[in-house]
């Protein structure tokens, strides 16, 4: 899996940003230790996301109807985004809890937007009836090998950025991220992913043996609110993920505030998820602990922050 | 001057954040060039100024009285924020085109807020006859070698994050960051200086052959809008700075809108106004020119933005 991520990193350079870290000064939010954010909800389309669509795009023949996806929003920007970049028609489905600043971005973009059902499992089932009509390339919100081994870039670009990182805080939905940084890492950095309460398909993936379904709901819900896990991502997580932490909707609100408080950094609330493990004290590093934390995605209304 | 940019990146070290670089990707924004913003917006208190207002407090004796500063905002919230973390006491002065997230801001950094006068200058004039009175150390917003020494450390920090810079543009309110740039280049770098067509200070010194005064007016005043350029930047300003493009309101706001859009980066309307004039074409850089624009603060409603 190194492997795969080395060639997606390789093969998506031209396309995605190498994104900033911004390393935290003592004291800052109230924090002691070395702490750096990883910005990656400055990524185009404005998230994580066109990491693994772009690596899934350009390793696969793409058929005139183009491709399709569902998605709570991110990875349908990221689809529509990377579509519109290489010359393919992109149909995108979203469940009608997506924040009206995506689907909107996402018309913008381009891209053949249906709004339909209660949460993203439903968009996916409209999605498969959709693709069986027009054999367009599905590119799955975080299911598929390319898909892990691009969003594992990040990881890559990360270690490179900061010297000795002792662990990395991941967000997680359907796992697609964390499942490619897991594969990155492969244990030489802690993993530790960190769950709404709300939405934790992953703890219960891990606690069942087996990625099982879980009900969704909360704040975080339209960037992570998948209900299982991938299978892809499970062998990873249960090898390499250390741990899960679990916040709930008021410590996400609070970590959004604060990112844009103290640092003018817009995250949505699945973004802010990773540093409210922090700053919640889910996760309580050791004095010196080298910590990443992934800001992961930014595509909220701002006037909802403040 | 060079010697006292070191000593105040020495000094402000432990109470400064070395801001992110976003290196853009080829054909982000519509730019061709390599194109790297410095997002000075994410430093504390949402702008460049800190750098300024700690190494004048450091280098200082603060008598008990503390600290007392008049500011369009951005100054005032660097200089309550740095009294906060030294200790002392904090006084500033906004005028009334403050905007209200940083007169609400600074409040909550516990400074002795006084909303007067209708411009930076007014509240410059009765933060005066206060001083007079309590005798605080006067943390002026542009005008003191201290302060220029601060603000340079930012160009400093910038070429040690990028190679080969060839240009950068920098906006222009009373010229404290554009002169420590400049002072720390000393003409290696191509320094551009950037100002709204309603508050250009520096464009009409550099015609009159001295500092005078302007109007003032437009979207950007309450971060750039300073009646005339300080005294201590001019013979910088005029043996370095290459140029200054004009970009007007509306420019400034596509900027604005853009950094949001594409980058999630939320910059206020002075702090977008260098990636104006890139965008704009008021100033268009060579094929391969390194292109470096300074993010200069983010301290605005996000809500306004989109």
Redesign the interface.
Known sequence: MRDAIVAAAHRIA?????????????G?AGLTGPTFLK?E??Q?A?SFKPRGAFNRMLAARVPASGVIAASGGNHGLAVAYAAGVLGHHAEVFVPEISSP?KVR?LRELGATVHVTGRDYADARAAMRDRQAVTGALDVHAYDQAEILAGQGTTAREFESQVDALDTVLVAVGGGGLIGGISAWFEGRVRVVGVEPVSACALSAALAAGEPVDVDVAGVAADSLGARRVGGEMFPLARRYVERVVLVDDEAILAAQRRL???????AEPGGSAAFAALLSGGYRPGARERVGVLVCG??C???M??
Chains 1, 2 share one sequence.
């Open positions: 031209p396309h995605v940003r190498r994104t900033p870290v911004l390393p935290l000064a003592p800052d910005l909800s400055l185009h404005g600043v971005r844009w408080r103290d640092f003018r950094i817009v930014g595509n209304d701002p006037a922050i403040v």
